[in-house]
């Protein structure tokens, strides 16, 4: 079992920078990919960025250049820089773990990031 806590959300103005945390515990080793999803009201759930057990990062087109992922093996944390943010950036933004070899899927329970002057 892997368990996943996000933490970093909040308000924030149009052009504002937010950081947000993973703190994963469990059964790390057997994690291949971690990432950020989000999900919008009345909108379905969204990849937002990727990173696999080797460093290489994905990201929706929606945020390439504007945010940036990022992991610390030793501390078991993920983490995802937003900067510029945008009004269509709000969102709860979900942590999540995968397992590729099982098809098993970790999540957290959410973050909301709120972009709004």
């Known amino acids: 079992q892997v368990q996943l806590v996000e933490s970093g959300g909040g308000l924030v103005q149009p052009g504002g920078s937010l950081r947000l945390s993973c703190a994963a515990s469990?059964?790390?080793?057997?994690?291949?990919?971690m990432g950020w999803y989000r999900q919008a009201p009345g909108k379905e759930r969204e990849l937002v960025a990727t990173i696999t057990k080797g460093g290489s990062p994905r990201y929706a087109d929606s945020v390439k250049g504007r945010f940036t992922i990022s992991r610390d093996s030793a501390k078991n944390t993920v983490y995802l820089q937003m900067n510029t943010l945008k009004p269509e950036d709000t969102a709860v933004y979900y942590c999540?773990?995968?397992?590729?070899?099982?098809?098993?899927?970790?999540w957290g329970k959410g973050t909301l990031v709120t972009v709004s002057s």
């Open positions: 999540n773990a995968k397992r590729l070899y099982f098809n098993i899927d970790y």
């Open positions: 469990g059964s790390m080793s057997s994690i291949d990919v």
